[in-house]
């Protein structure tokens, strides 16, 4: 395929490129597993001298095409797919922290993610701070320790919707000697790029506005090949030194630039498992393929319901980083300048049951677990998705009590603010 073509041609062309005779739309290969001609082409593979498909726990036709979209979209040199973003969240980190290791992370980030960092990975014995993202560099740098070993944020933040300052990020991460991960789950590559910013690796739950249509959980980790594994060799033994479980192959001398990537299929996937399947990969892959069409209308339409919310009355206060007298509206034009996402966050006058009654007067605006999809939809945190937090926890992760997330979807702007009219007048 041609070098550097615009955003929107590899939403549409990127990862399958079919030869003479071969199917035009990248297929679904519904296959575990694949053939070869002889022992010694399998053998190959098995000692990763050679690459090719042996078994869809590790890598998959169809998955694959679609990571390598994924990743150049993000301009990265390679991606793996997970079931889930939660997955890829796991990976990224566990890719390169083990039993003893910690690393530093916003406290705004999204509630399964905030659960997995403070409770699970704790019973693995890696430990996380949480910083507050806004806060001074100095003031973030005393959560580093000599066995910190990444650094995590949100390009902008499932629910608070924050803005991450990225270029403050990864000088922090780089002055330290770890790599910044990003989750760009809520700007996607059409509206940020993290990587342009200094982020090394970049995280996705692709389950938002990737596939866009609500039908296929998954996630992405795509790696930058920017970050150098071998100026901390001995931080990064894991990849730096010889794999027993590859017959001592060494990750950083064998795939240079993909080392940190090869590592994670060729030792979580096959460990742990947590692949897509080949018919989420292939749903995922029409989604993206109006990726740079539909993010544009999220951001529009949003923009409009934020304002028309902020003028009215009844409606207390609104976090939306298109508006101007919003704390992130700087950094949504430094990082966002071609609009952040479709998410925003508000609260209505009175109390937490005049927000309930809010939500069960709206029309087609439905209350539903999920977030960034065409259809829009609406979620009280505290009562939903962040029950399991303690109110303490709550303001922590920037999640007031009164906090409605509101996800405006691709419908007619007028038809999304007249549903939000009619409840609002039922207050
Ligand atoms: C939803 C979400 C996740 C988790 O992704 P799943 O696909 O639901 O597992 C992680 N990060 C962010 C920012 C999210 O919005």
Request: aromatic letters at 10%; a negative charge; one cysteine or more.
């Amino acid at each position: 395929m041609q070098k550097k073509m615009n955003l929107g041609t590899l939403c549409v062309q990127a990862g399958w490129a079919p030869k003479k005779g071969e199917p035009r739309v990248l297929p679904i290969y519904q296959s575990t597993t694949f053939k070869y001609d002889t022992s010694e082409q399998m053998a190959r593979l098995f000692d990763l001298e050679d690459s090719g498909y042996f078994y869809s726990r590790l890598q998959n036709p169809t998955v694959d095409a679609v990571g390598a979209k994924i990743a150049a979209l993000e301009g990265g040199v390679g991606a793996v797919m997970t079931a889930s973003g939660q997955a890829a969240n796991f990976y990224a980190i566990f890719n390169i922290c083990q039993s003893g290791d910690h690393f530093v992370s916003a406290t705004t980030i999204y509630g399964g993610t905030y659960n997995l960092f403070s409770v699970t990975m704790k019973k693995l014995g890696i430990e996380v701070t949480f910083v507050d993202a806004d806060a001074p560099a100095e003031e973030i740098q005393k959560a580093f320790r000599p066995n910190t070993k990444a650094l995590f944020g949100e390009t902008i933040s499932n629910p608070s919707v924050n803005v991450l300052d990225i270029e403050k990020f990864a000088t922090i991460a780089h002055k330290n000697g770890v790599p910044l991960i990003v989750d760009n789950t809520f700007a996607t590559p059409v509206n940020c790029r993290p990587f342009e910013w200094g982020a090394d690796i970049v995280t996705h739950s692709t389950t938002k506005y990737m596939d866009g249509h609500a039908v296929a959980v998954g996630g992405a980790v795509v790696d930058s090949g920017n970050f150098d594994w071998e100026l901390y060799h001995d931080k990064y033994t894991m990849l730096t030194e010889p794999d027993d479980s590859y017959h001592g192959l060494t990750y950083t001398k064998s795939f240079g630039k993909a080392a940190y990537i090869t590592k994670m299929v060729a030792q979580l996937m096959r460990d742990l498992g947590s692949m897509m399947s080949p018919e989420n990969a292939f749903l995922l892959n029409l989604g993206l393929e109006t990726l740079h069409l539909r993010m544009p209308r999220h951001c529009d339409n949003a923009q409009r319901v934020a304002e028309y919310l902020q003028s009215h009355p009844k409606v207390a206060w609104v976090n939306y980083c298109g508006l101007p007298d919003s704390n992130y509206y700087n950094l949504a034009k430094k990082y966002l300048p071609h609009g952040a996402c479709g998410v925003m966050a508000f609260g209505v006058k009175g109390s937490k049951e005049d927000a309930i009654r809010f939500m069960d007067s709206l029309n087609f605006v439905a209350i539903v677990t999920h977030v960034a999809d065409a259809r829009s939809c609406i979620l009280h945190p505290a009562s939903h998705t962040h029950r399991q937090l303690s109110d303490e926890q709550l303001l922590e992760a920037g999640i007031a009590p009164d906090l409605m997330r509101l996800s405006v979807g691709i419908e007619d702007a007028e038809d999304i603010i007249a549903d939000l009219q009619q409840a609002l007048e039922k207050l």
